[in-house]
């Protein structure tokens, strides 16, 4: 899959997360592994709805860099710490490209430990 390819499922994804569309940019065993614990969420809807929590428990999110490769993405960003608004907590997302859907995000970084309760 070429760049412009991956390019183009990214702003699928990104375009339809915090949606049900987001289903639909995923394939049906897409994984979210948090490197940090070794965690794997599977499945479309799994996955949907884990995204929609931890997006909701960050605040302030920013995001700094888009990498787009063949097959393969890099997205690199921080979010306020909470109740410590002046920390910031770095994170990266890897996301494999498998034809037009994501198939596979693996987050570094303690984003998820940090935000979510029991994370």
């Known amino acids: 899959m070429s760049e412009a390819a991956t390019r183009q499922v990214m702003q699928r994804y990104f375009e339809a997360l915090g949606t049900s569309g987001l289903e639909e940019v995923v394939d049906p065993a897409v994984t979210w592994t948090v490197m940090e614990t070794g965690r794997v969420v599977a499945g479309a809807s799994e996955v949907r ?71």
């Open 49 to 119: 709805r884990h995204l929609d929590s931890l997006h909701a428990a960050m605040a302030d999110t920013r995001t700094s860099d888009l990498r787009i490769a063949d097959d393969a993405a890099v997205l690199e960003g921080d979010a306020a710490a909470p109740g410590r608004p002046d920390e910031r907590i770095p994170f990266c997302v890897v996301y494999e490209v498998r034809g037009d859907r994501v198939c596979a995000m693996r987050a570094y970084g303690s984003i998820e430990s940090a935000v979510l309760p029991g994370g």
